[in-house]
């Protein structure tokens, strides 16, 4: 089923990401409509950037092609007749069309924080890891082009946005049932678990990188932020943090990443999936959504107080069953957090009915 009004399209990424040499404050690379930041261009020499790429079997095209058909990357947001689908890591997301096919175009482009070598690794290493990382649980990359001093990404277009969305019913859409919502957490899982099993940590897992088709079938997307881990059960120390802070692991704040910091982060996504709550809200007590597990723990509430009231057709014993794997997911140890392997065994079990 297509949800209404598709043309309202999805912003793809409307939590705040971290990207910062140091770990002493937050710093976004890209704001809504309302904000600013300062851009850079980013100059690549066509001719180097075809060597490495030229073996991924993906479509290379020409710049002046995408520009095309994104209405000359129209800014107006879609539900205002442009192009603009919103805004991500690195980049602004464009509805396009190519040979009657609806894509999404990802115009990349350095920010004041983020040098224009770290914004030619990203694109480098986001196009080989997405070529041979093909999973019905992520979202496809089609093709790129290089030839210019911006480059960019084309991926397959998901008509029903992202999770984040859905769960806030963007636009009028209509809430999604408590049975979508578990299909919905199984197929990320399963996503994850395919990175995990190829030794790539996605580092950005969150409600807005969980986008929707039509049947409205998860797909993972920005993992290629993943880093691969030559030894993958040891944890990488960089001094750069990647992710949104509402979702990070303790031990992702303090730079360390690991494939346990993407468990930490699924577990923020299934309290959401309950809740229907947004992952951080300064308006609300409290704040951060992975809180409400201590109110639940010093039994001043229950899940079932917290259970999203929009949701049709649930059930007590199937919500306290996430909810569980959910705790277990945002232990702060994380050598008490269980793998993907094993999440994915605890969603199966859910009891829908």
Request: with cysteine.
């Amino acid at each position: 089923m297509t949800l209404p009004s598709q043309e309202s399209m999805p912003k793809y990424d409307l939590e705040t990401p971290l990207e910062k040499n140091h770990m002493t404050s937050e710093v976004p690379l890209s704001t809504p409509d309302n904000g600013h930041h300062t851009v850079a261009s980013c100059s690549l020499t066509t001719e180097e950037n075809d060597l490495h790429l030229n073996d991924t079997g993906l479509k290379s095209f020409l710049f002046h092609e995408l520009q095309s058909v994104t209405n000359n990357f129209d800014d107006r947001t879609v539900s205002a007749g442009g192009n603009k689908l919103g805004e991500g890591g690195f980049g602004v997301v464009y509805k396009g069309y190519i040979n009657g096919r609806t894509v999404a175009v990802k115009k990349l482009s350095a920010v004041a924080d983020v040098s224009l070598q770290d914004l030619k690794q990203q694109f480098e290493q986001e196009i080989k890891i997405m070529a041979k990382c093909q999973h019905e649980n992520l979202v496809e990359l089609i093709g790129f082009s290089s030839d210019l001093d911006q480059p960019c990404l084309v991926y397959d277009y998901m008509p029903n946005g992202s999770l984040l969305d859905r769960l806030a019913c963007l636009d009028g859409t209509a809430p999604i049932s408590w049975r979508t919502r578990c299909n919905v957490a199984q197929g990320a899982a399963n996503g994850i678990c395919y990175l995990h099993e190829n030794n790539h940590i996605h580092r950005d897992v969150k409600s807005a990188n969980i986008l929707l088709t039509e049947e409205l079938v998860p797909k993972l997307s920005d993992f290629g932020l993943a880093r691969a881990s030559v030894r993958f059960t040891r944890t990488i120390i960089t001094d750069r943090i990647v992710g949104t802070a509402a979702y990070m692991a303790p031990e992702a704040l303090r730079g360390e990443i690991g494939p346990k910091s993407d468990i930490f982060s699924f577990g923020v996504v299934l309290l959401e999936i309950i809740t229907g709550l947004k992952p951080m809200d300064e308006n609300r007590d409290p704040q951060l959504l992975l809180s409400i597990k201590e109110e639940i723990e010093d039994e001043e509430m229950t899940i079932e107080d917290y259970i999203d009231e929009k949701m049709s057709n649930w059930n007590l014993i199937s919500v306290e069953q996430m909810y569980s794997v959910a705790c277990q997911c945002l232990n702060e140890k994380k050598s008490r957090r269980p793998d993907i392997k094993m999440v994915k065994q605890h969603l199966q079990e859910i009891l829908v009915d």
